[in-house]
């Protein structure tokens, strides 16, 4: 693995292209529709903090349209950040600390009713700490939003389909790196060849939503990864000693 690591070290974001900005694919038809959409986040498991009645802690962002300060749901990409928070709440004697608890939901589900509540309503998505510090080090620098990780070919610029021509796109870069060690194993030569492309979730929805023919081709591909901590910690959930 070691020259894998090389080459995310020494190339970053494959010349700044990013999903969602600029990509070099044959152009389609039409955009992906909101049930597409849907379908594509429903495979990843969101945590929110809501108190008794279901209200989910929210932020004050900018509003893009006016500039006035609106209230917007915090969603965490991961459970244990999500009851880390609630802890620092509780330790900091914070009124959400009294009856917070963690909620969980597929992002699928959020982001339809998101949409169907307010035609689009913005939501803070709170990225783990891991992927945050995996993105930063291939970027060498900050990363704003929640990190997304695909494989590329370094020569080619392409992304690397699995055999049923689907892109896995991962919200952790140690499962990426998992999944292709047995690639690298068979094909030692590929380690110098394949690299990583550092996408953001919120590019990716953005993108996903736009009507951009240039990118539709390639998001009707994209397969979205849950993080395999988020797994085993719902596992866990569900175990002798699980629950909130």
């Known amino acids: 693995m070691k020259g894998f690591l090389k080459q995310l070290m020494?190339?970053?974001?494959?010349?700044?292209?990013?999903l969602g900005t600029t990509?070099?694919?044959?152009?389609?038809?039409?955009?992906?529709s909101d049930e597409e959409i849907v379908e594509k986040l429903s495979s990843i498991p969101v945590f929110m903090i809501v108190d008794e009645e279901g209200r989910s802690l929210t932020a004050n962002v900018e509003s893009e349209e006016t500039g006035a300060p609106v209230s917007v749901p915090l969603v965490f990409i991961s459970g244990d950040s999500a009851e880390a928070f609630l802890d620092e709440a509780e330790a900091e004697a914070?009124?959400?600390a009294t009856d917070g608890q963690v909620a969980i939901l597929s992002l699928g589900a959020l982001y339809q009713e998101a949409v169907a509540q307010s035609q689009g309503q913005s939501l803070v998505y709170i990225p783990s700490s891991e992927a945050v510090a995996a993105a930063n080090s291939i970027a060498e620098g900050q990363v704003a939003g929640v990190p997304l990780f695909a494989a590329v070919n370094l020569e080619t610029g392409q992304y690397l389909?699995?055999?049923e021509q689907v892109l896995p796109v991962y919200f952790s870069f140690s499962d990426l790196r998992r999944n292709l060690l047995p690639l690298f194993e068979s094909n030692p030569e590929?380690?110098?060849?394949?690299?990583v492309e550092l996408l953001t979730l919120e590019g990716l929805i953005q993108g996903m939503e736009s009507d951009n023919p240039e990118l539709d081709q390639l998001l009707e591909l994209v397969r979205l990864v849950p993080d395999s901590a988020t797994v085993e910690y719902l596992q866990n959930l569900d175990g002798p000693s699980g629950g909130n």
């Open 23 to 32: 990509a070099a694919i044959a152009p389609a038809a039409l955009a992906l």
């Open 161 to 163: 389909l699995t055999s």
């Open 10 to 18: 020494a190339l970053g974001l494959l010349g700044g292209t990013v």
């Open 190 to 195: 590929l380690e110098n060849v394949v690299g």
């Open 94 to 96: 914070a009124p959400i």
